[in-house]
């Protein structure tokens, strides 16, 4: 019997190079993160610091909905393009960022051969495209022809060169002790998780990550109270959501980099699970993942922001150095064991 449409259609969607960067780990997933993630931050924030958070759309349920009401608002908003921005690329700039923070979802692997596109070099590719998103906020700074705006794109500059060196670093610390750059096989390999292997690489990763995301106590980028919003002063409406969405986005991304390079990806705490069925493995690279998202949010209630010299001198005189010995450390290891 010939397949019907319908099927075609069913089984195109459930293939690897579409479901993983369109569903999971991709963007519908990356949407119920970003919406549930915000709401739990600001709830979180109102816990620890006494003060009313999202409540009044859907009360009932603490205003779990408040962000879905937040994007309604901003698709229906007008957005008002500064008279002497340079309209091109004020347009542009967030449709940018936005599409370099899905694209790395069809490189990382959701379970056991279950990648969008499975490259040997899948590491250094994702984090390459999660790094073109901080230009783009410069560019997005310039673009706006405004002294504020401006102000905040130089921030990002100094703060790029800062945390990306040491990001990249610590990933190919562990990496190095795995012997691959390939997302999956560095998952497969590991029987001990990464962060018990090189506790400095994944200390360095997280905190660079915070950074690379802007989210405190290294939002300096923003910093409302000298510069309002940062590069995005003179954003509104949907560019608004699209320019702050993103920041969440690539948190996510970097968190499930982070799982699968310290936390052992998609292997459950409980091994056996993955052999009751195989979907247990994509919920625990789900769970881990929203679990480091959760902790990472959670600093904003209980750390206030660095000074831009404070978040500097941390990137180069701590991060950086402590990275270099992170990739001793796996060398060390390395040696001792034979590898992974």
């Given at each position: 019997?010939?397949?019907?449409?319908?099927d075609?259609?069913v089984?195109?969607?459930?293939?690897?190079?579409i479901?993983a960067p369109?569903?999971?780990?991709?963007?519908?997933?990356?949407?119920?993160?970003?919406?549930?993630?915000?709401?739990?931050?600001?709830?979180?924030?109102?816990?620890?610091?006494?003060?009313?958070?999202?409540?009044?759309?859907?009360?009932p349920l603490g205003?779990?909905?408040q962000?879905?009401?937040?994007?309604?608002?901003?698709?229906?908003?007008?957005p008002?393009?500064?008279?002497?921005a340079?309209?091109w690329v004020?347009?542009?700039?967030p449709?940018?960022m936005?599409?370099?923070?899905?694209?790395?979802?069809?490189?990382i692997p959701?379970?056991?051969?279950?990648?969008?596109?499975?490259?040997?070099?899948?590491?250094?590719?994702?984090?390459s495209l999660?790094?073109?998103v901080?230009?783009?906020i410069l560019?997005?700074?310039?673009?706006?022809n405004?002294?504020?705006?401006?102000?905040?794109?130089?921030?990002?500059a100094?703060?790029?060169?800062?945390?990306?060196?040491?990001?990249?670093?610590?990933a190919?610390?562990?990496?190095?002790?795995?012997?691959?750059l390939?997302?999956?096989?560095?998952?497969?390999a590991?029987?001990?998780?990464?962060?018990?292997?090189?506790?400095i690489a994944?200390?360095i990763f997280?905190?660079?990550?915070?950074m690379t995301?802007?989210?405190?106590?290294?939002?300096i980028?923003?910093?409302e109270?000298?510069?309002?919003?940062?590069?995005?002063?003179?954003?509104?409406?949907i560019l608004y959501?699209?320019?702050?969405?993103?920041?969440?986005?690539?948190?996510?991304?970097?968190?499930?980099?982070?799982?699968?390079?310290?936390?052992g990806?998609?292997?459950?705490?409980?091994?056996?699970?993955?052999s009751?069925?195989?979907a247990?493995?994509?919920?625990?690279l789900?769970?881990k993942?929203?679990?480091?998202l959760?902790?990472?949010?959670?600093?904003r209630?209980v750390?206030?922001?660095?000074?831009?010299?404070?978040?500097?001198?941390?990137?180069?005189?701590k991060?950086?150095?402590?990275?270099?010995?992170?990739v001793?450390?796996?060398?060390?290891?390395?040696?001792?064991?034979?590898?992974?």
């Amino acid at each position: 019997m010939a397949p019907q449409p319908l099927d075609k259609v069913v089984e195109f969607i459930l293939s690897p190079h579409i479901f993983a960067p369109l569903i999971y780990p991709g963007l519908l997933a990356a949407m119920l993160v970003l919406l549930t993630l915000i709401w739990a931050e600001r709830k979180m924030t109102a816990k620890v610091q006494l003060r009313y958070g999202p409540l009044y759309v859907l009360k009932p349920l603490g205003g779990i909905i408040q962000l879905i009401a937040d994007a309604i608002k901003f698709m229906f908003q007008e957005p008002i393009l500064p008279r002497k921005a340079d309209k091109w690329v004020f347009v542009l700039a967030p449709v940018t960022m936005m599409a370099f923070t899905i694209i790395p979802f069809a490189f990382i692997p959701a379970a056991p051969g279950f990648v969008g596109v499975d490259l040997e070099y899948s590491l250094p590719l994702v984090l390459s495209l999660s790094a073109l998103v901080p230009p783009l906020i410069l560019a997005t700074s310039w673009a706006a022809n405004n002294k504020f705006t401006l102000l905040g794109g130089v921030r990002e500059a100094f703060m790029m060169v800062a945390y990306e060196t040491s990001l990249f670093i610590a990933a190919f610390a562990i990496a190095t002790y795995y012997g691959t750059l390939s997302l999956s096989k560095i998952v497969e390999a590991q029987t001990v998780p990464g962060i018990v292997l090189n506790p400095i690489a994944a200390a360095i990763f997280f905190v660079a990550m915070l950074m690379t995301a802007s989210k405190l106590p290294y939002d300096i980028v923003e910093g409302e109270q000298e510069i309002v919003a940062g590069p995005f002063t003179e954003y509104s409406g949907i560019l608004y959501m699209l320019v702050m969405g993103a920041s969440y986005m690539e948190l996510y991304v970097l968190s499930l980099v982070f799982v699968e390079l310290f936390l052992g990806g998609w292997k459950p705490v409980i091994p056996a699970l993955a052999s009751i069925h195989p979907a247990f493995q994509g919920i625990a690279l789900f769970i881990k993942a929203y679990l480091v998202l959760l902790f990472a949010v959670f600093l904003r209630s209980v750390y206030a922001r660095y000074r831009l010299d404070q978040a500097l001198e941390i990137g180069w005189k701590k991060l950086f150095p402590l990275s270099l010995i992170s990739v001793v450390w796996s060398l060390i290891l390395l040696v001792i064991t034979g590898g992974a």
